[in-house]
């Protein structure tokens, strides 16, 4: 078992680019969340997918965030424009069971840094 | 709403003492309880769960137990390992809110030889 795998580790970037974060779940999990880990805020949860359809968007911070699920294997998470204060870490989880008290599984999260 | 409330950190111990962290919850209904672990430079793991009252959650040398009548889940362990260094989060997961978890803010530990 591969684990929830995420890429880049780390992304230094420029104010202003464009950023996309990459997200692999667990194979046959079926639910899959974006999560950002700062020192002020902790963790918050962003978005989460079901069955690679969008549930609950309401974490997202604003219109300069995305999320995408093409496929069961595959979600991207896209800040365009990227600002300072979205340096974070963000963490994709995958879940199976498809039910409340079904835990999840982290990757090891991408260092975002905007300058 | 529901919410996780933990004590905060950091706490420091030497090798061998005895663990206790705090976790009391709010909630409606009958909430699933959980404890992860966050190692450094990594994500999140879970540690232990109970998903009814009374239930206790073990794993590693831990332990907690989903109190209900004091709406408490203490994460305990009897002897602590410089390898127990680490983050520690409560969490809250309950039928009315979606698949969403209520996260604790987290508790740090370092444990000295």
């Known amino acids: 078992d591969a684990g929830v795998i995420q890429s880049p580790r780390h992304e230094v970037t420029e104010m202003g680019q464009e950023v996309t974060l990459r997200c692999k779940p667990i194979s046959g999990h079926n639910s899959l969340f974006w999560y950002r880990q700062t020192m002020m805020r902790g963790l918050e949860l962003l978005i989460y997918f079901n069955n690679n359809v969008p549930i609950d968007d309401s974490g997202m911070p604003e219109d300069r965030f995305s999320a995408k699920m093409p496929n069961a294997s595959f979600s991207t998470l896209k800040i365009q424009p990227s600002e300072p204060r979205d340096s974070a870490v963000y963490f994709c989880?995958?879940?199976?069971?498809?039910?409340?008290?079904?835990?999840?599984?982290f990757g090891n999260g991408t260092r975002l840094t905007v300058t | 709403g529901d919410s996780v409330t933990q004590m905060e950190g950091p706490v420091t111990l030497s090798e061998e003492a005895f663990l206790t962290i705090n976790c009391t919850y709010t909630?409606?209904?009958?909430?699933?309880l959980f404890w992860y672990v966050q190692y450094p430079g990594e994500g999140l793991q879970l540690l232990l769960k109970?998903?009814?009252a009374d239930d206790k959650g073990s794993n590693k040398g831990f332990e907690a137990t989903y109190r209900k009548e004091t709406t408490s889940f203490h994460l305990e362990k009897g002897s602590v390992q410089v390898s127990d260094s680490a983050v520690y989060f409560c969490a809250l997961s309950n039928a009315g809110n979606n698949r969403k978890l209520i996260w604790g803010l987290g508790t740090s530990l370092a444990v000295n030889p």
């Open positions: 989880a995958s879940s199976g069971g498809g039910t409340y008290n079904s835990p999840l599984h």
């Open positions: 909630a409606t209904g009958y909430p699933s």
């Open positions: 109970a998903t009814k």
